[in-house]
């Protein structure tokens, strides 16, 4: 670690707290001090700080101009974390002193810190940051994952290799957590009949403060020490497991750190077991199980992502009785009530299923898109017998996603000068964001190739690395190092399964050669993981390859490795189009579209997730293939078509049709109508105050969320599953 002189003492805090990511100022002091060891480190300033030259400082210390940098951005620093002249503070001044723990299995929130597999996790770190800059008093509590989620490596005929790699913790933005009183903070999880020891890390994001929970610790045997080693690693046994720590565990954490929540946001019911440690916790103070399954009801809230049933994590009662053997405490009595919280048959026999236990727990659910709150309702009905779809208290919030974090530098200089300074305090005011139509298209137009640029530099850049420390030509090749930056690209980046159809653009392979060699061209850059234990996924990704090693599509399409934050940033924002094309409904949402969308990579997609909502007929394509017939073969055969015909006589000849000035006028004004109707709607901006507003205050003033018409009569009882039924378990 370099010595940092008293003048610039703070550099080490600031690269500790992640505001530091998404703010320009913050993140050009990093870069500026040395721009080959910002690349070098995949932009981690707390690796920096490791590697840095003390001459480097030395230097900076030397220039007034980067000093003065270095005290503007520690000001902003220092109010952001006092949450001061925020949106709470004007709006909702009342639960500024109110505190709202949010529980996730995974927080997407830079790249140094890798405890995500996708879209779950994103929404997560987008929510907690957003929270951030509207003085919302978030919470965090999650995971550290010592070994994260995997890199992805691929043989050279295109077959993922998972790579594993154990966390250096001295180059991630984390603290141990400390008690009020200054200890380091441990807590201790009963499982079966043992006792888990876990120790707790801390993350800053400005406002908001982020607990993760670790059972890699010398006290555990061995196989506790793994629960918490990969996300989503293990079988079902470890897995109940992890989800007893990460809800019970993260339940007493929270107490030990001085944290006494107001209300609980599970997101997605891995936490659901919170419940469980929160009803023992009221039984121990002498309440009733009803009460305070009812009181656990008025202050928890559930959003759910997962539209396809098997989706949703179930577990077998004898799996869940055995390891929660030790955690009953008074709760003892209740037992055969709590199993039936969560008993739910969906289809092979009845299991203890945590989206149940979850959606019975909580006063108010939400689905993530309009689309997904209607399938949430159909799919779940049968936990609230005799009620009507339309009464049961199950909303939507539409995912978003957080701005600051994901805009490229080249879009927030326009917007800087074109809609004002103050644009980012503004940005989900769709009337305010209309001056985005005001930007001349030439400089809208140098920024979309300049973004455009920095993809395929960076594309080369690792292509080049990758050949140099293992040779292999083809992987040259299929790694994108053909592709031409002049060329229209459309980006397919996302977690290679069954329904999200990757190989569907692949239908009719004579017709797509010839859409993407005709002309000027068409390009395609694919990215994304398979699960490690999805075979399937894996050979979709692994015919990609294939494809793009098939000179009858001649280099056009390019598949990058290891898709992550980093990757997805060069993606959303330097392609010119997003391709989305699942099989409609079963896309809950979708972000990364939003996040090309507002860098001007206007989206074309099936009208599923939140598209069904954001597509307006100017801002991008929507895919909609007519069948004969609902045979899914019929229907991809269909979508493929469209896919087609939209390419042939929309996209390309838009993007090609240039003036005599050489700028694409036609296209530039797609490009201003994905920027300016998904920006505001889109940003996690709206989405978080919406959560605010809708289930966030009503469980804070003690009501049943408010029923608009989207929204049910709140107070409905759901019914418990028969415990009858639950044979099987131990
Ligand atoms: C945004 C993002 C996702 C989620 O994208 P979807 O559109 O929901 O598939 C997944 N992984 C990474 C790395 C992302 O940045």
């Not at 974390?81 to 529980?103: G, L």
């Not at 739910?344 to 019975?360: K, W």
Request: hydrophobic residues 40%; aromatic residues 10%.
């Amino acid at each position: 670690m370099v010595h940092l002189p008293d003048r610039i003492q703070r550099l080490e805090e600031l690269a500790k707290d992640l505001w530091w990511s998404w703010t320009p100022d913050a993140r050009n002091l990093f870069r500026r001090l040395d721009y080959s060891m910002w690349r070098m480190t995949a932009h981690n300033p707390v690796r920096m700080l490791q590697l840095l030259p003390q001459e480097t400082i030395e230097r900076a210390l030397n220039d007034p101009d980067w000093l003065a940098s270095y005290d503007r951005t520690l000001a902003r620093l220092d109010a952001a974390r006092a949450a001061r002249n925020t949106w709470v503070e004007s709006h909702c001044p009342e639960i500024a002193a109110r505190s709202i723990a949010y529980f996730s299995a995974e927080f997407a929130l830079h790249q140094s810190l890798p405890i995500y597999a996708g879209g779950l996790g994103v929404l997560a770190g987008d929510h907690c940051k957003e929270a951030s800059d509207l003085g919302v008093p978030l919470i965090g509590v999650g995971f550290m994952y010592p070994q994260g989620y995997f890199r992805q490596s691929t043989t050279s005929d295109g077959w993922q290799e998972e790579v594993y790699e154990k966390l250096n913790w001295a180059d991630a933005p984390i603290e141990p957590a400390v008690t009020p009183d200054g200890k380091p903070l441990v807590t201790a999880v009963p499982l079966g009949n043992r006792t888990v020891i876990v120790a707790v890390w801390r993350v800053l994001l400005g406002r908001v403060k982020l607990y993760l929970l670790d059972t890699d610790l010398e006290e555990n045997a061995p196989w506790d020490r793994e629960l918490s080693a990969r996300l989503y690693g293990g079988d079902r046994d470890t897995r109940v497991q992890q989800e007893i720590i990460l809800g019970i565990g993260g339940v007493r954490a929270l107490k030990a750190v001085g944290s006494d929540p107001d209300v609980y946001h599970l997101n997605e019911g891995h936490a659901a077991f919170v419940v469980l440690q929160r009803i023992r916790d009221l039984c121990e103070k002498g309440w009733n199980f009803d009460a305070a399954l009812e009181e656990v009801r008025r202050t928890t809230v559930f959003t759910t992502h997962t539209p396809v049933p098997a989706g949703h994590d179930a577990f077998p009662f004898h799996l869940v009785e055995t390891h929660l053997s030790g955690a009953w405490g008074d709760l003892g009595t209740h037992r055969e009530r709590f199993f039936a919280l969560g008993h739910y048959d969906n289809g092979g026999g009845p299991m203890f299923n945590m989206t149940a236990l979850a959606l019975r727990a909580s006063g108010a659910v939400n689905g993530v898109s309009r689309l997904h709150g209607d399938v949430t309702r159909q799919m779940w009905q049968p936990i609230w017998p005799g009620a009507s779809l339309d009464t049961l208290p199950v909303r939507f919030v539409t995912n978003g996603v957080h701005v600051p974090t994901w805009i490229s530098f080249e879009i927030a200089r326009l917007l800087d000068t074109y809609l004002g300074a103050d644009w980012t305090e503004r940005h989900d005011d769709p009337a305010f964001v209309e001056r985005v139509l005001s930007i001349p298209d030439d400089e809208l137009w140098n920024a979309r190739q300049a973004l455009r640029a920095f993809l395929f530099g960076f594309i080369r850049e690792r292509a080049r690395q990758r050949w140099a420390a293992q040779g292999a030509a083809s992987r040259v090749v299929a790694a994108g190092t053909m592709l031409d930056q002049s060329v229209l690209t459309i980006g397919f980046a996302r977690r290679f399964t069954g329904y999200k159809r990757p190989e569907l653009i692949f239908s009719d392979p004579d017709r797509l050669a010839r859409i993407l060699n005709a002309g000027r061209g068409v390009q395609i850059v694919f990215a994304g993981k398979a699960h490690p234990a999805d075979d399937v996924g894996k050979h979709h990704m692994q015919r990609i390859y294939k494809r793009a090693l098939d000179p009858k599509f001649g280099g056009r399409i390019a598949f990058v490795e290891d898709y992550d934050l980093h990757v997805a940033h060069f993606l959303v924002q330097g392609c010119d189009v997003w391709l989305n094309n699942p099989r409609k409904p079963l896309e809950a949402s979708g972000t990364s579209g939003m996040k090309a969308a507002i860098n001007g990579t206007p989206h074309m997609s099936i009208g599923d997730g939140w598209w069904a909502e954001g597509f307006t007929g100017g801002n991008g394509w929507l895919i909609e293939g007519r069948a004969d017939s609902g045979d899914q073969g019929a229907r991809d055969w269909a979508d493929a078509q469209a896919l087609y015909a939209l390419l042939e006589e929309q996209v390309v000849p838009a993007f090609y049709d240039r003036g005599t000035d050489g700028i694409p006028h036609r296209w530039l004004q797609i490009v201003k109508e994905s920027i300016r109707t998904v920006l505001p709607r889109f940003s996690a901006r709206r989405m978080v105050k919406e959560y605010v507003r809708d289930m966030y205050l009503p469980a804070l003033k003690g009501q049943p969320a408010a029923g608009s018409r989207q929204q049910a009569a709140g107070s409905r009882q759901p019914a418990a599953g028969s415990r009858q039924q639950a044979a099987g378990s131990g």
